[in-house]
């Protein structure tokens, strides 16, 4: 049996994920589709709406055969580590190819990049250093290395200003560091761009454009066109039992309380908190009575919005530096869901998975699985809170959603 | 001027205290009395009620003539450091006397208890041993030993099985210990016991069952009999404005969030916490939905509700084995509120003070200071965690209160 892999977050999953999902089987004339998600907190550094299992069963119901967990420590990392934490597990599940959205959909330019950066490594390093040093931020400088470098060397190279295209291209730098064989596939995306809002009318959306609407309307039928009905009813379930769906805005006071008892010094201990800005983050702590009013406080040149919700994600699950430095490659496979198709992969290609595949974690005793357990109770409390009686299933006593 | 000295913390201020107070001078034969008081978290590891200020007023709306804090590091601390705390801020401040409150209100069977103890303390110390290598509780243990000891040498002794018993031979030991000149005094307590129901028609009641009786009915009306004029209205006035009182029922779900968001093994970093007993906290967590359940969980013979208590506060507000280590003894008098005529006492006495009297500390660099401060925010952000505009004065920036 032929698999591919796609990267995934599925927050939630929407009509375009399922279009790349079809796709991505066809192009890859896959039989099946595994999906490596995030887990419970995300790469733009915040809670996923609704849990991992949710999610899961939303990705099933539309026709992913595997879904795998990102750990926490890649699925809160910066592109590099996300990448090369989500491209290591599709390899060692033994996917044939992974694909990935594009703006234009053609894979040479990706290798194309590839190549050029990795063969003018000490120049293109050279350059950004040059700019950082002029005071530029720094991925102003990379985007001008970049420029500098492909003038020199003319060829069709991708444009790395698109968020899409930048993933895409630590996916392809992480299958070929690894050495793996996993094929790299491009599909090009369709309608909506990535932080775009909702179009009146059609039947895509981005899954940010989603979420948008849903804080300022605050009715899931405002979102209903761009959603497979599997997902709407996911969702509705949802709020029916836990009333909001997390965000920061969600867990701002837990988010506040958490940051006012700690000293400054003792937020330097999380991963990802620069040296220096602790004393902002608490005299802002200590001034807002929202998520918003305390970003437009913290927010400056210096570090992207997506740089301050991962210092902020660590803060809030207590993940450190100390932590961060002891991982240096996922250890385990951790299944989440899988349909019956799934189910008969698995049943052909264990043998030859490169890591353990974990279904249910209660008797494992692994320190990156530990941290993924950790991370989904800090989630359930806060969603918990203010829902009375509803509690989440234990994320260690789960077992995968059969479907 | 003649200062006398009391060790409180009104929570809240109660009949019973004014009888004290009133005794107190009384029996000093003070121009003015001096309260040395707990801040936002207090001796039996509990949040106050109400915030510090608003206990300020009540003290000096019934005849106290200053208020001093006693620092989070003593009110948060077993007796003993309790006691020494308090009684060294009483002696820098140069109070003549101390009076505290005991069940049969004569001061010589405490310094009998006391000479018995201090002149025996090998042999006292080693009964203890012994009884506790039995598997007997340390406070059992105490008692034990010190039944042994006042049989082999008698004389009118205390009994130590008081609560308020207990307090007072700590005062007079740290009197003895620091050698000050302080003259300890002791006032008959009269009617309520320590933790005894509010008797219908009584205007006495204790402090504990006063919080018992407002938990229970929910309306301040039903303890208005037992509380000074001014107490009652300045409690009304939080009321209106914060919506709740301060206790670990009402803080639960951020203390359960607190816990939950820590590993077992960074639990045992905060003052209090006993290696072992981080795993019970964390899995009680977990799986209670109320303080009171929580505790349920937690308690045993091994521990004292109190001692279970002082853990929770100190993992609440991240105050460390490290910081706990690191203090010796109080460093400076923090004002919290005066009277005209203990601001004469200030005028006249302040020169012989043997530590610096503090009035604002927004400009003062002391350890213990912050340590007060930073008590003070995490109870600030407790209390404002759903009472939404309301926001309590900022402990740094607040001036002594003048009455």
Redesign the interface.
Known sequence: MKAVGIVVEYNPFHNGHAYHLEQAKKVAQADIAIAVMSGTFLQRGEPAMVDKWTRTKMALASGVDIVIELPYVYSTAPATDFAKGAISLLSAIRCDAFAFGSEDGSIQPFLNTYQLISQHRTEYNSLIKESVQTGVSYPKSLHYAYEQLSQKFPAPYIDLAQPNNILGFHYIEAAMMLGSKIKPLTIPRIAAGYHDALQEGASIASATGIRKALASTGSLQSVQEVLPDASFHYLQDWILQYKKFASWEAFW??L???L????AS?LTRYAEVTEGIEHALLKAA?TS?SFSSFMEKIKSKRYTWTRLQRMLTHI???FTKEQLKSFQAPSTIRLLGMSTKGQAYLGVHKKDFTLPLISRVASTNDAMLAVDI?AA??YS??IE??A??ATLPKDYQMPPIRF
């Open positions: 006071p837990l506040q309380f958490t006012i008892r700690h000293s003792e200590k009575n809030y699950t207590g950790h109770e800090v409390s806060s809170l203010g009375q009686q």
